[in-house]
């Protein structure tokens, strides 16, 4: 079992900057890839960055070049920029681990960018 919380969501303006954590209750040198998603009112959830056995970074095309994903080892934390904010990044995002042949999701935090 792994349990996620995620932290950082709020209200920001266009153009404006937020940093999301999560914490994880296991090593994440343990787990497989660490990520976040978003879902978009109205959307299904997609992926927005992901690190994958420790070395391979996927960021979702829309967030390339503004979002950067990151992780502290001595916390147990994944850490997602966000910069220069657009309205389209609206939603909930959500914390997701690969732990051991199952997928863990946190409870999500809501971002709301206005125009």
């Known amino acids: 079992q792994v349990q996620l919380v995620e932290s950082g969501g709020g209200v920001v303006q266009a153009g404006g900057s937020l940093r999301l954590s999560c914490v994880v209750s296991?090593?994440?040198?343990?787990?497989?890839?660490v990520g976040w998603h978003r879902q978009a009112p109205g959307k299904q959830r997609a992926l927005v960055a992901s690190?994958?056995?420790?070395?391979?970074?996927i960021y979702g095309d829309s967030v390339k070049g503004r979002f950067t994903i990151s992780n502290d080892d001595a916390k147990n934390t994944v850490y997602l920029q966000m910069n220069s904010l657009k309205s389209e990044d609206t939603g909930v995002y959500y914390c997701?681990?690969?732990?051991?042949?199952?997928?863990?999701w946190g409870q999500g935090t809501q971002v709301t960018v206005s125009s």
């Open positions: 690190i994958v056995s420790r070395s391979r970074v």
């Open positions: 997701a681990v690969y732990f051991d042949g199952d997928n863990y």
């Open positions: 296991r090593s994440i040198s343990s787990l497989h890839s």
